[in-house]
């Protein structure tokens, strides 16, 4: 799987749009964006996920760039609930179920009142 | 919905004993994991199931051992504790690759 870059924190405020950053310059193209966050002491959500073309539901929107090395997730209008560990995974759909999740160190993003 | 569900929520055992984790889906999802998270590790994957009936060993299946008799359930269980396996135990569950996984509240386990 391709490693991303994230930036360890974020700071946003309440009722503007979090874009939260994820480079990941190695990803092939069977590589599917995965974004999931956990807040404290809860089990992990997931957000959204893409390919190739920007997505968007309920949660948030997920913007993938021209080229695939990077990509943001948007949460439009943030909330202090919003507040969570963000994780951005590349990975191979591979099909058979071993598509367990490994989450790197992600992004802490804080909503601020 | 209740999504997915983890029981118990909190246990604390001591070494050598036994026990079982149940996690229950109401999605009718065919594939489950079972996960376990610790400081500084982030998550591991244990065991999964890609329908009824079936069961596969993940990166960290050593000390486990898993059950899927009816779609909806996964049973994770330790056959003989130790402080190693302390733990949050997280089940997940999903329709099937590329959608992504939904994941329980988390059981945390205590081994003294």
């Known amino acids: 799987d391709a490693k991303t870059t994230q930036p360890p924190s974020m700071d946003c405020a309440e009722g503007r749009a979090a874009n939260l950053p994820c480079n990941h310059s190695t990803i ?11 807040i404290h002491s809860q089990g992990p959500q997931y957000i959204i996920h893409g390919l190739k073309n920007n997505e968007t539901n309920e949660m948030a929107s997920l913007i993938i760039t021209e080229d695939r090395k990077s990509s943001t997730l948007i ?34 993003l804080i909503i601020q009142p | 919905n209740a999504g997915v569900t983890q029981t118990p929520k909190f246990r604390v055992l001591k070494t050598g004993q036994s026990m079982t984790l ?14 376990r998270q610790d ?23 050593d000390g486990y051992n898993v059950s899927r008799l009816k779609k909806q359930n996964f049973l994770l269980g330790l056959e003989s504790a130790a402080p190693s ?11 099937g690759t590329p959608i992504g996984q939904y994941f329980g509240p ?7």
């Open chain 2, 85 to 95: 396996q302390t733990s949050v135990y997280f089940c997940a569950s999903s329709r």
């Open chain 1, 75 to 108: 949460l439009p209008h943030a909330t202090l609930r919003d507040t969570a560990v963000y994780y951005c995974i590349v990975r191979v759909a591979s099909g058979g179920g071993a598509d367990g999740l490994t989450f790197g160190k992600g992004t802490h």
């Open chain 2, 106 to 112: 988390g059981t945390r386990l205590t081994v003294t």
């Open chain 1, 28 to 38: 092939s193209g069977n590589e599917y964006v995965y974004w999931y966050r956990q």
């Open chain 2, 39 to 61: 400081p500084g590790m982030g998550l591991r994957l244990i065991h999964y199931s890609v329908g009824e009936g079936t069961t596969a060993k993940g990166e960290v299946p």
């Open chain 2, 22 to 35: 149940l996690c229950a889906q109401d999605m009718n999802h065919e594939y489950m994991y079972w996960y």
